[in-house]
Each structure stands twice: as C-alpha cells, then as structure tokens.
C-alpha cells in the first residue's frame, strides 16, 4: 500500500513569491492533515479536512496561506506571498479510525527555505 | 504552559542500553497517546498507539500510559544504531481532535 505522497520535497523560493505543496493521501483516508514543523519542534496544526469539507483551519493564517482538497482526495496548501519566517517543513499526514481511535500517517514532507 | 512537555534532549546511550522517554501533559481529557519516530529529513512514523491507561509492548518497544500522573513512556529495549531518531509523543481527547504534539526527544544508540 502505497503511503502518503508530498511533493515537491524541497523548495527554495525568494520572499514574497507565492509556492505551493500537493498531497495525496493513503487510499481510503477521508482524513487530511497538514502541519507545519520548525526545526527542533514537533508538528503543528495548520488545517485539517474531513473529505473536502476544512472541519478545523483555526490555526491557518488566513491572509497568506490557503488549502483545498476539492474532490475529497489530494489537497494543495499554498503560500502567498511567503516570509523568511515561512521557512520549515511542512507536512501531510491522513487518518483512518481503527478500534475506537484514530492513527495519523505522515508524508516525507516538503522543505521550504525563504530566501 | 504547552498542552504537552517533552525533554528535547539530545540523548546518547550505548548500544544494548534501556532507553526511556516521556511526556507529561496538563489536559485530562487526552485519552488518545501515540509515540511516532522521525529520521532526519523524513515524515513521522507510527510506533505505538495506546488508549487510556497502562502499558502496550511491541516487540522491544513498551508504551506505558499513567493517567493519574498525566505521564507517558516509551521504554525501548535492546537499543540498536537504527534506533537513532527524534521521538514524538502525540496524545488527543477523542476521535476527530487536534493531535497535541512534543516537541520530540532526539535519541543517539553509538555502536
């Protein structure tokens, strides 16, 4: 079975241009993620998708970041214009329900360097 | 205060040590408690899933879950090389919520 796919793994971009991630979760995951995670800190929250509906974007900023997951499958996170401090790792992760909980897969990530 | 407090380490054991790692956290409705391995320049990986209290083992890997302390640990056994990572104890309140991260607690097993 085939994990989660990010791309690109890495980019590097001057400030104030735009950039964009792409995901395509784990076959059968209705659950999306995507998390932001500095260096030496562990993943945070940016927004999460149950199908294509955002359930929980309360820690997106808004007046840069965007995301959509228009058909319930793969999903786009995109920056406009990016910081110096938009700098990290920026990962994808999706979910199913097994015994009651819940277990969150992660893609390999997309490092992102603002010059 | 954070949701969730992790020693960031860095840790170094010889090879063959007992490796122990913990988490404590401040909100008692995290029922759901997770332990994920990252190498270096690669997404977090799954180790151990634990709901409630007590203790789940795994081959070398024990999880262990003490609700009346808020307190969580991952002991490994029989540490290799490969064991080398940064691990990230996860936890959340129910099916559906925000994952609380640490900020992971980076391990070195010299050979």
């Known amino acids: 079975e085939a994990g989660v796919v990010q791309s690109p793994r890495y980019k590097i971009i001057e400030k104030k241009q735009p950039v964009a991630f792409w995901c395509n979760p784990i076959?059968?995951?209705?659950?999306l993620y995507w998390y932001l995670q500095n260096l030496g800190q562990g993943p945070e929250l940016l927004i999460r998708?149950?199908?294509?509906?955002?359930?929980?974007d309360s820690q997106l900023p808004k007046d840069r970041f965007s995301a959509e997951r228009l058909k319930g499958v793969d999903s786009t996170l995109k920056i406009q214009p990016a910081e110096l401090g938009d700098s990290a790792v920026y990962l994808c992760?999706?979910?199913?329900?097994?015994?009651?909980?819940?277990?969150?897969?992660f893609g390999p990530g997309t490092r992102l360097l603002v010059l | 205060q954070k949701e969730v407090e992790q020693d960031p380490g860095p840790l170094s054991v010889p090879e063959g040590a007992i490796v122990s790692l913990n988490c404590t956290y401040s909100?008692?409705?995290?029922?759901?408690f997770m332990w994920y391995r990252q190498y270096s320049r690669k997404g977090p990986e799954l180790l151990m899933y634990?709901?409630?209290?007590g203790n789940k083992e795994d081959g070398r890997f024990t999880a262990q879950v003490d609700k009346s302390s808020k307190y969580i640990s991952l002991f490994i056994r029989d540490s290799q090389p490969s064991d080398s990572a940064t691990y990230l104890c996860?936890?959340?309140?129910?099916?559906?919520?925000?994952?609380?991260f640490g900020t992971g607690t980076s391990l070195t097993v010299i050979p």
């Open positions: 909100n008692s409705a995290f029922q759901y």
């Open positions: 996860a936890m959340s309140a129910n099916t559906g919520n925000q994952f609380y």
């Open positions: 992760a999706s979910s199913s329900q097994t015994g009651g909980g819940e277990t969150q897969y």
């Open positions: 998708y149950e199908n294509e509906e955002a359930v929980d």
């Open positions: 634990t709901y409630s209290s």
């Open positions: 076959s059968g995951h209705n659950t």
